[in-house]
């Protein structure tokens, strides 16, 4: 499990030095990631979380079941999806890509797909960042730019190896050429909300715990 772990997270040896670059799936990761969502894998944990965040905001979230942390910050709303044992890094991972799937699925494009590396007090942080913006398109009442949910960022952080937490957040743009952005909740019904996985499903679980 742990050279896996640090197969999945450590950048290439020869790349070691660069902050930040530019990230591709090899034609293997490609395959199984698209094995990973016909088999619809993420149905899993889409609603899982989406409940979670939702307890979460209404202040009733437990000790069980997946942890969800909201994020406020000046002109940036989000929300920490954090890695459980139970879903596994190779099921984790997966997961983050196909969010940054559905966002291209709500008008967006992928404006990045980068991962950068930070040494500090002798841990390694890595961090795979994905940034979407909406395509440009006009809103047919006002001629204005419609944003939708404004700029949208993906991160999946990783410590020493081991992931940590998926954070999803939107940034509104506010310039008058474009529409008001839509809520964050919104996002994340059109993201997170979907029906339970029937047990097929889960028992896919097993297959994709370690691999990516």
């Known amino acids: 499990m742990f050279n896996f772990l640090q197969k999945l997270f450590r950048p290439q040896q020869a790349k070691a030095q660069a902050p930040w670059r530019a990230v591709r799936l ?8 698209a094995r990973w969502v016909e088999e619809r894998v993420f149905l899993n944990w889409l609603n899982p979380y989406f409940k979670a965040y939702h307890l979460r905001k209404g202040g ?15 002109g940036r709303q989000g929300a920490l999806f954090y890695f459980d044992s139970s879903i596994g890094p190779g099921n984790f991972r997966h997961f983050f ?15 990045c797909a980068d991962r950068g590396t930070r040494r500090r007090a ?3 942080e890595i961090l795979l960042k994905q940034l979407f913006k909406p395509n440009p398109t006009d809103c047919p009442k006002t ?21 940590l937490f998926i954070r999803l957040s939107s940034n509104a743009v506010l310039d008058a050429c474009f529409t008001p952005a839509r809520s964050f909740d919104d996002l994340l019904k059109h993201l997170l909300d979907a029906p339970p996985p029937d047990a097929a499903t889960q028992a896919r679980i097993r297959e ?5």
Do not use: K, W
Not at 100 to 108: D, K, Q, V
Not at 145 to 159: E, W
């Open 208 to 212: 994709y715990h370690d691999t990516f």
């Open 60 to 74: 009733a979230a437990g000790s069980r079941g997946l942890r969800v942390e909201l994020l406020h910050e000046q």
């Open 97 to 111: 890509e196909h969010l940054g799937e559905r966002m291209l699925a709500l008008g967006y494009h992928r404006a």
């Open 122 to 124: 002798g841990h390694t």
């Open 143 to 163: 001629g204005h730019c419609n944003q939708r949910f404004g700029l949208v960022t993906i991160d999946l952080v990783a410590m020493d190896g081991a992931p």
């Open 26 to 33: 090899t034609a293997g990761q490609a395959r199984r990631h």
